[in-house]
């Protein structure tokens, strides 16, 4: 079980920034993921859809053996994190909690900025986390076409600085002095966030403090891999063509994803599978 790979799970590449910072962290560890281009971007869509969406594509992870899921969107972590820690029989890591807890230690005003999807922004997961600290003031902003413009490939273009400038405007005036990028694909557009911002506001990502949360569970339940392990990354997307996934994540990513394999969701169906088959499902080889 330990040399099982870790499931990442993502709409589209955003999530790969996790699984870099997941690999950087834990180099002996494999990695399979999968991006639901089939159904990307999440941020508009309605939660139910996006619950049902993404609960497909983690059963399928499952399916294939992980001894880990990672829910590498932002948007899917506040539709259906309490329905994933139900439903499996393996250790569950999101994204939004990681990076709730460093914007809380970094911020020396208390006035937090948040951006994100429609949905996540919607859903107030990262505000209501953060004002459980009453010495902190939660400025939140949606910005849907920062997805689009990373799954487009673009991020240096003037337009995505322009698109910059509107979307933030509101939290430079309003003084915050720490951002949280809450989504996974917004690591990508860092030049432009953090030029718009200024170099006085710290930009909290959550990739490398969700990986640092997986090491602890893997630690915590004796999951590492161990030190003969040949770790392997696996790619997969559930949209029409792997060839387009490739080449996106490769000119965001460089030469590490090296194949894209398709795969289907929505095959099985856990709910109707006992807690011992379930566990069964997610310990075999």
Do not use: W
Request: net charge negative.
């Amino acid at each position: 079980m330990n040399d099982a790979p870790i499931g990442i799970f993502d709409s589209g590449v955003g999530g790969l920034t996790v699984a870099r910072a997941i690999s950087a962290q834990l180099p002996r560890e494999s990695l399979l993921y999968i991006g639901d281009t089939a159904h990307s971007p999440y941020g508009p869509k309605p939660i139910a859809d996006v619950r049902r969406y993404a609960l497909e594509v983690l059963d399928t992870l499952v399916d294939q053996g992980v001894k880990m899921l990672v829910i590498a969107c932002n948007t899917a972590s506040a539709a259906m994190l309490r329905d994933a820690r139900e439903r499996y029989d393996v250790p569950v890591v999101e994204v939004i909690g990681p990076a709730v807890r460093t914007a809380m230690s970094t911020s020396r005003s208390g006035r937090i900025g948040v951006i994100g999807t429609a949905g996540t922004i919607g859903s107030r997961a990262y505000q209501d986390m953060l004002e459980v600290n009453e010495r902190l003031t939660v400025f939140a902003q949606a910005c849907p076409r920062f997805v689009e413009f990373v799954e487009a490939g673009v991020t240096d273009s003037a337009e995505v600085l322009a698109v910059a400038e509107q979307y933030l405007a509101p939290l430079r005036h309003a003084g915050v002095d720490t951002l949280v990028l809450g989504c996974t694909h917004y690591p990508f557009l860092e030049g432009a966030i953090s030029y718009v911002m200024g170099s006085d506001v710290s930009l909290v990502s959550s990739d490398t403090e969700t990986a640092k949360d997986v090491y602890r569970q893997l630690v915590s339940r004796d999951l590492l891999a161990g030190p003969d392990a040949a770790p392997r990354h696996v790619y997969e997307a559930t949209g029409a063509s792997a060839d387009d996934f490739l080449r996106l994540a490769q000119r965001l990513m460089g030469s590490g994803v090296r194949e894209v394999q398709l795969v289907q969701t929505g095959a099985i169906d856990l709910p109707r599978l006992s807690g011992a088959d379930r566990s069964a499902v997610a310990n075999r080889p």
